[in-house]
């Protein structure tokens, strides 16, 4: 969707918040908290970002989302920070959700790092919309980096426990909050260390209660990587992956375009079907039952166990 950025301004320390909408001021699409939209960039680079005011609504006057400056930035939120105006337009994707609230929690517990506060805010306000009990936790490395912190303690202060590292002292321990009470769902979104640390705190926990969102997606070793062999069905082409190639990458050799966004294995843009062969599965979208089911196949990372992989494209 062509969209124009209608607001633009700094919310943190090297944050900064979008408001984007139709030129015609025509309806976009509604989100439930946790969906994130791609940003098609003039470069050609896709970015995703979390909707701030995902709410549940059929329809959206507006899509907002916060970016942080990457000190590590390929380009993309250097570029919106140093570049990018009030006024703008921009491609802009229907949102997408893969880390929704489940409706079935009542007791909830909402833990943000960094900008990791954008899908979680959004899960704040429908928690507090739906007369939920939670609580949420946002740190950062002082407390002048977290987005939102005001209308986080409007909306609710006595749920809201923020924490500087610089202010405090030392990193924040999320042992306390864990512990608090039996949450029926643990929400968490930051950079990788913060998720490890919650995922092994977690980890004997039923499966569901602890869910996270990822900024980045994890190294892959490629070292064990063997050739094999790729067959697109309906196209009736083939090729040979090498090692270290990506799948997709072999795909658009072939003149196949196929969508993508995030190529990291994170958004899940490039879904497709396999309909043979063994998938080594390296994304981290499918859940345990997709992987299980070996019918479900992420091009831009996964690749093959044995020697020929059928997609159905």
């Known amino acids: 969707m062509p969209l124009r950025v209608t607001r633009l301004r700094a919310i943190a320390r090297d944050i900064v918040h979008l408001q984007l909408q139709a030129p015609d001021g025509r309806a976009l699409p509604g989100a439930e908290a946790g969906a994130h939209i791609d940003l098609h960039l003039p ?3 896709v970015r995703q970002y979390s909707l701030t005011n995902a709410l549940g609504e059929p329809q959206m006057a507006a899509y907002e989302v916060a970016i942080g400056l ?3 930035s390929r380009g993309g939120s250097a570029w919106i920070h140093e570049q990018l105006r009030a006024g703008a337009a921009l491609q802009v994707s229907e949102p997408r959700n893969h880390f929704p ?8 517990l909402l833990l943000a790092g960094g900008i990791g506060i954008t899908p979680v805010y ?20 002082s407390l002048g980096r977290i987005a939102y912190a005001e209308e986080l303690l409007a909306l609710a202060p006595g749920r809201v426990h923020l924490h500087g590292d610089a202010e405090a002292g030392a990193r924040i321990d999320f042992s306390r909050f864990l512990n608090a009470q039996p949450w029926d769902g643990v929400y968490a979104c930051g950079p990788q260390p913060m998720l490890d640390d919650l995922a092994q705190r977690t980890a004997a926990w039923p499966a569901g209660r602890f869910r996270c969102e990822k900024f980045k997606a994890e190294a892959i ?6 050739a094999f062999e790729l067959v ?15 799948v997709l990458n072999a795909m658009e050799r072939l003149g196949v375009d196929h969508p993508f966004s995030c190529r990291e294995g994170l958004c899940g843009a490039c879904e497709c079907a396999c309909i043979d062969g063994e998938p080594d599965h390296r994304d981290q979208f499918l859940d345990a039952a997709a992987r299980a089911g070996g019918r479900r196949f992420l091009p831009c990372v996964s690749r093959a166990r044995g020697e020929r992989l059928t997609l159905d494209l």
């Open 70 to 72: 990457d000190a590590a």
């Open 43 to 45: 470069s050609g680079l």
């Open 101 to 108: 609230l489940d409706p079935a929690h009542y007791r909830v």
């Open 232 to 246: 697109l069905a309906r196209s009736g082409l083939s090729t040979r992956v090498e090692p270290g190639e990506p």
């Open 122 to 141: 959004a899960m704040a306000q429908t928690a507090q919309r739906r007369g939920l009990d939670w609580q949420l936790v946002a740190c950062a490395r």
């Open 221 to 226: 070793d490629s070292a064990l990587d063997q």
